[in-house]
């Protein structure tokens, strides 16, 4: 059965393509920074503690206060050896946020500041998030048709002029 073009609404059909590809992007960055790959790894508390949220995220989470991590800080401590690290996405996003509103991403570990001296992070924003954009949001340029009353010309075309955006 063919379309009824009359009575969709392209904005509203861009406008949601553009929300799921955004939410996808929001979890793939959150993933993908909640790795040894992409974040410094001791005992994994940083690498658990990404959050996506509307508003900025305070790194104010000591990793003696949650478990199973202060219990390997603990016996690194004590021993001496090399910590079994554990990542465990302690913020898993949940929530679907609107491309036209402003999503933080950030970490809750209080240390996260001296955590991102190490340049893992950084690697990852400078080098491979502009990749994971491109791969994740499908649209390509938009082509809308409007009917001009002045100032291209409409010669040829029975009235209508094609404007790109």
Request: proline residues 4%; without cysteine; aromatic residues 12%.
């Amino acid at each position: 059965m063919a379309k009824d073009f009359l009575k969709e609404d392209p904005i509203k059909d861009l406008e949601s393509q553009l929300n799921a590809d955004f939410n996808q992007l929001i979890r793939k960055v959150h993933k993908g920074l909640s790795t040894k790959k992409r974040s410094p790894v001791y005992t994994g508390f940083f690498a658990s503690s990404w959050k996506a949220q509307t508003m900025g995220v305070k790194a104010k989470d000591k990793v003696e206060d949650f478990q199973p991590w202060a219990n390997i800080k603990k016996s690194v401590a004590f021993t001496n050896k090399k910590p079994a690290y554990k990542i465990q996405r302690r913020f898993p996003v949940e929530k679907t946020f609107n491309f036209k509103k402003p999503v933080f991403i950030g970490n809750r570990a209080k240390y996260a500041a001296y955590a991102l001296e190490r340049g893992k992070v950084q690697v990852f924003i400078q080098g491979e998030l502009g990749k994971l954009i491109k791969e994740t949001m499908k649209e390509g340029k938009l082509f809308v048709a409007s009917r001009q009353t002045k100032g291209l010309s409409t010669e040829g075309t029975g009235g209508q002029a094609y404007t790109e955006f």
